[in-house]
């Protein structure tokens, strides 16, 4: 059973910084690209940026240069560094990951963790 797990939502003030980060665990062979969504109330759901296990990256253009997303050394974890956060960042937040548990590739979510930034 793979599971990811995140972990690192709150609230802050506009301007601050949060770090998300976001474990996977279970009977894994190997993963792929990991990545983070969001979905805000009154919202579809919304790519934030992902990585590759070569480590190339891609995000959407409202967190440009706000946001940084890296993986673990294990490779099997994904962090979400949050920084000069916006209301309009505040959003239930989704780990996303391509993982292979022996029999071919699988799309896998977390659960999400809620981040609220206030004006």
């Known amino acids: 059973q793979v599971q990811l797990v995140e972990s690192g939502g709150g609230l802050v003030q506009a301007g601050g910084s949060l770090r998300l980060s976001c474990a996977a665990s279970?009977?894994?062979?190997?993963?792929?690209?990991m990545g983070w969504y969001r979905r805000a109330p009154g919202k579809q759901r919304e790519l934030v940026a992902t990585?590759?296990?070569?480590?190339?990256?891609n995000y959407a253009d409202s967190v440009k240069g706000r946001f940084t997303i890296s993986r673990g050394n294990a490779k099997n974890t994904v962090y979400l560094q949050m920084n000069s956060l916006k209301p309009e960042d505040t959003a239930v937040y989704y780990c996303?990951?391509?993982?292979?548990?022996?029999?071919?590739?699988?799309?896998?979510w977390g659960q999400g963790t809620q981040v609220t930034v206030s004006s």
């Open positions: 996303n990951a391509d993982i292979h548990g022996g029999l071919g590739y699988n799309e896998y």
């Open positions: 279970g009977s894994i062979f190997s993963i792929n690209a």
């Open positions: 990585i590759t296990t070569g480590g190339n990256t």
